[in-house]
C-alpha cells in the first residue's frame, strides 16, 4: 500500500521561483515552487498586495522550474523538472483555475539521482527548445512546436551527454531566431579519477561549452569550449539577435558567468570582460574571504537592459553592458540595494521585484529608481589593463561600498513563511483554550521570528468598513440567483437596516429597495433575480427593475420571527399566528389563504432549502413558548396541518441556519 500525506500547515519555504503570462492576461503573475508544491501568486499592481491564485500539491520534489513562450504566443507555459525521471509542462487553466498538465515524457529512473535529468532547466528565449541536465554527465534537448491545431508539441529527447563531466549549471543563450544555443560549465573529472596523487584534480579546468540544436539536421553538438574562471558557479543570459524589423541588435548576447570575487563577459569570438564583485566596506573585513554571486535576474526594457545580481550577503548589485550593435565596450557594476538572500529573483514589467528569501518571509518590493542618478561608485570593465583580463589567474584590485538602508527599492507586501523553524514546544498557554498552541522560533540571524501557531482557519482582512453602532444580525445576498458572488451586506440595528455593497470597498447603497427606516428579521434572494426583506410591520419583495411589492401585517400585530428560503417565505405574527407565502411560476409572492394559529407565543421558525428539482420544501420547524417544538406540513394537499409534535425542557429561543456565503473582494 502506498499513502499520500497532506500536511494541515503546508510548506511555506520558497525553493525557485518564475515570472510569465501564466493565465493569458496582460497581468503577470508568479509560480514559487515550495519543495513539493506549486503556487501561483499575482500582484495588484493598484495595492502592490500578492494573492494567491491557486496553490497545487505535486506529490514529488520539485528540482527545477523554468518558463518558456512560443513564438507568437501571448501565454507563457512552466517546465518543471523533478524527481520523478520526467519532464512535465504545465499551463495555466483561468477557467478551472488549475495547472493542467499538457505534456509528461519520461526520461530516467525516478529519484533525485546524479545522472538523471531533472537538476537543471534552460530555455531558448524564443521558446523553441528546452534542456534538461543532470549534475553529472546527462543532458536532454526538447524541441518545442505547435501542431496545425495550434497545441504545444514537444519532440522526442536528443543527447548532449558528457562522459566523466560534472555540470555547474546551465543557461539559454539570446541568438534571435538563429539555432538554439545552450550554454554549460562544466568539468571533467576522467584524469582526476585515475591520478591517485590529486594532482589532475587540482588541475582540472572548469569549461564554458555552448550546445547548438540545429533545427534542419534535428540534433545537438558541441560548438565551442574554453576554459574560464574555475570557481565559476553561475550563469546569467545576456539579449541577443537581431529584432525582426530592422538590423538593429538586441544586444551582444553570449553570458556573465560568475565566480568567486568577479563577474565576466564571455562570447564566442568577442573580447572578454572582467569586473570586481564590490564588497563591503568593514574595518574587520577579511580580504581572504571571496564574494559569491547566488542569484541573478536580468530584465529588458524598450531598447536597453540590465542585470541584478544577489551576492550570499544579500546585497544586490546593477550590472550593465554598454554596446554598440553586438560588439561590447564596457561591462558596468555598482551597488543597487541589500534585500533577504534569495533563492530566486523575478522582475515584474508592473515595476515590482520578488524576492524568494532563502529563510523568512518572502517579500515584493517596488522600484523607485533604477540607481541611475546616487552617488554609488561604479566600476567598470574599461578601467582595468585588457579589459580587467590581462591576467586571468590574477584577482582584480577590491573594489568596495557601504551598505545603506533602502533607497531604490521599497517594500509592498510580504509572505509570511515559517521557515526555518529552529526549535518548538506544544503548549497551552491562553486562558480558555481547549487546544494547545506551538511555540516556534523561526528565522535566521536579524530576521528571526518567535510565533505562536493555533488551530483554525486562517481569515484574511480584505475590506473593513466604520459601522454607525453594534448590529443585532448581518446577512450576505446575490442579487441574482446565477450570481457567483454575494453582492450585498444587510446589518440589522434596533431603530433601522444599513444596506452595503461589496467590491474593492465597502459602501452604503440606497437605491436596494430595503426599507431602512426598520429593523430586519430576515433577507432572502428569492426566485430568479428578486429580493427579499422580512421586517416587523411587513414584507417587502424587491423585483429586479427595482419595483417594490409589500405586503403589511394587519393592524396592532406585528412580526416576531421568519424564516425562507428561495421560494418560501414563513412569518410569525404576534398574535401567535404563521402565515405562510409561495412563490408562483411567474414570480409572485403568494399568501396561502388560511392562517395557523399556534395557540402559544412562537419564538422561532426554521425551513429548509428547496431540494433540487422540486418546487418548495415540505416541512416547516416551529418553536413556541409553552417549550415546544412543531412539525408543520407545507404540502400542498395538507398545508399549515400539525404533523408531529415535542416536548422540550426549556423554551426554544432561536434557530440557526446553514447557509453557504461566497463573497468577492
Request: proline share 6%; with cysteine.
Amino acid at each position: 500500500m502506498h499513502l499520500y500525506n497532506l500536511t494541515l500547515q503546508p510548506p511555506t519555504a520558497a525553493t525557485q521561483a518564475i515570472v510569465g503570462n501564466f493565465s493569458g492576461a496582460r497581468t503577470q503573475e508568479i509560480i514559487v515552487s515550495r519543495g513539493t508544491r506549486l503556487e501561483l501568486l499575482r500582484p495588484d499592481v493598484q495595492t502592490g498586495k500578492l494573492s494567491t491564485v491557486i496553490a497545487s500539491d505535486v506529490f514529488g520534489s520539485i528540482r527545477s522550474l523554468a518558463a518558456f513562450r512560443l513564438t507568437g504566443s501571448t501565454k507563457d507555459y512552466a517546465i518543471v523538472g523533478s524527481d520523478s525521471g520526467r519532464i512535465i509542462i504545465l499551463d495555466y487553466d483561468p477557467k478551472t483555475s488549475s495547472f493542467v498538465k499538457l505534456h509528461q515524457e519520461t526520461f530516467g529512473k525516478s529519484g533525485a539521482r546524479r545522472i538523471v535529468p531533472g537538476q537543471y532547466l534552460a530555455t531558448d528565449p524564443k521558446g523553441r527548445s528546452v534542456m534538461i541536465s543532470a549534475v553529472e554527465k546527462a543532458k536532454l534537448v526538447y524541441i518545442l512546436n505547435r501542431d496545425a491545431a495550434a497545441n504545444l508539441t514537444i519532440s522526442s529527447p536528443l543527447e548532449a551527454h558528457k562522459n566523466n563531466a560534472i555540470i555547474h549549471h546551465i543557461i539559454g543563450l539570446d541568438v534571435g531566431f538563429e539555432n538554439p544555443l545552450f550554454a554549460a560549465l562544466e568539468v571533467d573529472y576522467t584524469e582526476s579519477d585515475q591520478d591517485p596523487t590529486g594532482e589532475a584534480f587540482n588541475n582540472a579546468e572548469k569549461m564554458l561549452t555552448y550546445y547548438e540544436l540545429d533545427l534542419g539536421l534535428n540534433h545537438v553538438v558541441r560548438k565551442w569550449s574554453e576554459p574560464t574562471d574555475p570557481r565559476a558557479n553561475l550563469l546569467v543570459q545576456v539579449p541577443g539577435g537581431q529584432v525582426a524589423s530592422t538590423d538593429r541588435f538586441d544586444g551582444p548576447s553570449g553570458v556573465l558567468v560568475c565566480c568567486e570575487d568577479h563577474i565576466i563577459y564571455r562570447h564566442i569570438d568577442k573580447p572578454q570582460h572582467r569586473v570586481p564583485i564590490p564588497r563591503r566596506r568593514h574595518p574587520l573585513e577579511d580580504p581572504s574571504r571571496g564574494v559569491i554571486i547566488i542569484a541573478a535576474v536580468m530584465h529588458k526594457m524598450k531598447g536597453a537592459f540590465f542585470f541584478l545580481l544577489q551576492s550570499e550577503d544579500g546585497d544586490l548589485f546593477k550590472v550593465t553592458i554598454d554596446h554598440e550593435e553586438d560588439e561590447v565596450r564596457g561591462l558596468k557594476i555598482k551597488y543597487f540595494d541589500t534585500v533577504p538572500v534569495a533563492h530566486g529573483l523575478c522582475i515584474l514589467k508592473s515595476g515590482f521585484l520578488f524576492v524568494a528569501s532563502e529563510f523568512g518571509n518572502q517579500y515584493l518590493y517596488q522600484f523607485q529608481k533604477l540607481g541611475d542618478d546616487d552617488n554609488e561608485p561604479e566600476f567598470s570593465s574599461t578601467s582595468y589593463p585588457s579589459f580587467g583580463m590581462a591576467d586571468p589567474t590574477t584577482p582584480l584590485p577590491h573594489a568596495h561600498f557601504r551598505p545603506r538602508p533602502l533607497d531604490n527599492l521599497a517594500l509592498a507586501d510580504e509572505v509570511e513563511s515559517l521557515d526555518p523553524i529552529l526549535d518548538s514546544k506544544v503548549m497551552n498557554i491562553l486562558p480558555n483554550s481547549d487546544t494547545p498552541q506551538i511555540l516556534a522560533a523561526c528565522g535566521r540571524g536579524a530576521r528571526s521570528s518567535f510565533r505562536m501557531l493555533r488551530h483554525g482557519l486562517d481569515v484574511e482582512e480584505s475590506v473593513s468598513s466604520e459601522l454607525p453602532g453594534i448590529p443585532n444580525a448581518v446577512w450576505t445576498t446575490k442579487q441574482r440567483e446565477e450570481d457567483e458572488f454575494d453582492s450585498y451586506i444587510i446589518l440589522s440595528f434596533v431603530n433601522g437596516t444599513l444596506v452595503l455593497s461589496i467590491g474593492e470597498t465597502i459602501e452604503e447603497v440606497q437605491d436596494t429597495g430595503f426599507l431602512s427606516s426598520a429593523p430586519t428579521l430576515a433577507v432572502q434572494q428569492i426566485g430568479a433575480d428578486a429580493l427579499l426583506q422580512v421586517h416587523p410591520h411587513g414584507i417587502r419583495h424587491v423585483l429586479a427593475d427595482r419595483r417594490v411589492n409589500e405586503w403589511r401585517v394587519p393592524d396592532r400585530k406585528t412580526i416576531v420571527a421568519a424564516t425562507t428560503n428561495k421560494r418560501q417565505v414563513v412569518v410569525a405574527l404576534s398574535s401567535a399566528e404563521l402565515v405562510y407565502f409561495e412563490l408562483d411560476l411567474d414570480g409572485q409572492l403568494n399568501e396561502y389563504q388560511d392562517r395557523k394559529a399556534m395557540g402559544s407565543t412562537i419564538l422561532a421558525l426554521s425551513i429548509a432549502e428547496v431540494p433540487e428539482g422540486r418546487q418548495r420544501t415540505p416541512f416547516l420547524a416551529v418553536g413556541c413558548e409553552d417549550q415546544t417544538v412543531r412539525i408543520i406540513s407545507l404540502d400542498p394537499e395538507s398545508t399549515l396541518e400539525t404533523i408531529s409534535l415535542q416536548a422540550l425542557t426549556a423554551p426554544p429561543v432561536f434557530n440557526l441556519h446553514s447557509r453557504h456565503v461566497r463573497c468577492k473582494y
